[in-house]
Structure formats: C-alpha cells, structure tokens
C-alpha cells in the first residue's frame, strides 16, 4: 500500500539542538501538509506546498521553523534552535488536490519529538 | 474563520453499547467533511467522508451524515468494539481554503469490556 513515510519517527534532543524531520510524501501527490498535535493544542496546521510551492506558513513560528520541498518526493521541516515548547508530534500529509475538497487526505505514522 | 466542535472526552462505553460522537462545524459555504481516527501510537487514519449535503459517510460500521441545516456530522456505531478505542477527529475541508482540514479538538473513545 501507498503510505506517507515520515523519518525520524522518534526524536529526544536538547534545547538549542537543530531538528529535521523528513517526509516523503505518496507517488503522484501534489499537496503536502506539515501538522503539529499537543495535548493543549491539539492537531495545528503549520505549513502546506501545492506542486512544491508554499502556499500558506501562517500557523508556523517564522523564527525557529523552516519548511521546504527540495523535490516532488521529499518535504522537510527544521527547527532551529529548538525549544522544550516544540515536543510533540509532528504529522506530515499528502493528497491530491485541485478540482474538488472530498480527495482523501494520507497521514504519516508522525515524529514523535521531544526537547529537554 | 471556519472551525469544527466536537464533544468533549473521554467517552467510555462497555463493548456493543451504542456510540454517538457529536461534530458541528461553522463555515461559509459547503465544505467537505471528514472523520479521522487515531490509534495510540499511529498516524490520522481517514475513517469516513461525505462530500455534500445529505451525503452518508460509511465504514466499519461507522455511519455519519452530512447535515446542512444543522451544521452536523455526527458520527454513529451500532455496536462498538473494545478495538474501537481511540481518538476521532472531526475535520471540514474547502477547496477554495487550499484544501487543507481543519479538524475538531479530537474526542477519546475508550471500549471497556
């Protein structure tokens, strides 16, 4: 089966390290998604890349935070420095998307990140 | 903005018991809207989905209905399962809004024996 793999699925580091999570995304998608789930928060939208554009990193902390897809099946998120408020799990998504919103949307298994 | 409600967990139940999971949702216009489930441990499974109004959504014996003139898609299960213990995640999509979901603060559903 098709799946969204997310690398590395579980990461502990120390405040002020830098940390890459890695995401590639179902063959023939064009949209992908970065996700960040807290237990206060909840599932937050951070950043999204249509055809390997951004197209909206509002929800994304501008500072510290960088997303980018280098090529069609590789998408990656940096923290940097990172910061005990960044442990969670961060979920990368692909779909299809263009002419109708029903196109399912494929979640990854997530990183589980911790920052001590 | 748009934004989805769902009802507050955990919610217990013995195994057959009934389940209803309430989502309501606000929104301009007529989104698409969606249940996810998530397992300890996992990633967002999509569990059902229905595209427009009066549309059922259905899967493993999941049923929800896309109801317009409440704002609702409330998600049903005859008869759960220890197995269907997890996190729901109520979610609505646009395609004018990018296609990204906007999901519900998630409820937990745990089956007790």
């Known amino acids: 089966d098709a799946r969204v793999t997310q690398t590395p699925r579980h990461k502990v580091t120390e405040m002020g390290q830098e940390v890459t999570m890695r995401c590639q995304p179902i063959?023939?998608?064009?949209?992908v998604f970065w996700y960040r789930q807290t237990m206060m928060q909840g599932l937050e939208l951070l950043a999204y890349?249509?055809?390997?554009?951004?197209?909206?990193d509002s929800g994304m902390p501008k500072d510290r935070f960088s997303a980018e897809m280098p090529d069609a099946t590789l998408a990656t998120l940096k923290i940097q420095p990172s910061e005990p408020r960044d442990s969670a799990v961060y979920f990368c998504?692909?779909?299809?998307?263009?002419?109708?919103?029903?196109?399912?949307?494929?979640f990854g298994e997530g990183s589980w990140l911790t920052v001590v | 903005g748009d934004s989805v409600t769902q009802m507050e967990g955990p919610v217990t139940l013995s195994e057959e018991a009934f389940l209803t999971i309430n989502c309501t949702y606000t929104?301009?216009?007529?989104?698409?809207l969606f249940w996810y489930v998530q397992y300890p441990g996992e990633g967002l499974q999509l569990l059902l989905k229905?595209?427009?109004?009066?549309d059922k959504g259905s899967n493993k014996g999941f049923e929800a209905t896309y109801r317009k003139e409440t704002t609702s898609f409330h998600l049903e299960k005859g008869s759960v399962q220890v197995s269907d213990s997890a996190v729901y995640f109520c979610?609505?999509?646009?395609?004018?809004?990018?296609?990204?979901?906007?999901f519900g603060t998630g409820t937990q559903l745990k089956v007790e024996l």
């Open positions: 063959l023939g998608h064009n949209t």
């Open positions: 998504a692909s779909g299809w998307t263009e002419e109708t919103s029903g196109n399912t949307i494929y």
């Open positions: 979610a609505l999509r646009f395609t004018g809004g990018g296609n990204k979901l906007t």
């Open positions: 229905a595209t427009k109004a009066d």
């Open positions: 929104a301009t216009g007529y989104p698409s």
């Open positions: 890349f249509r055809n390997r554009a951004p197209l909206d």
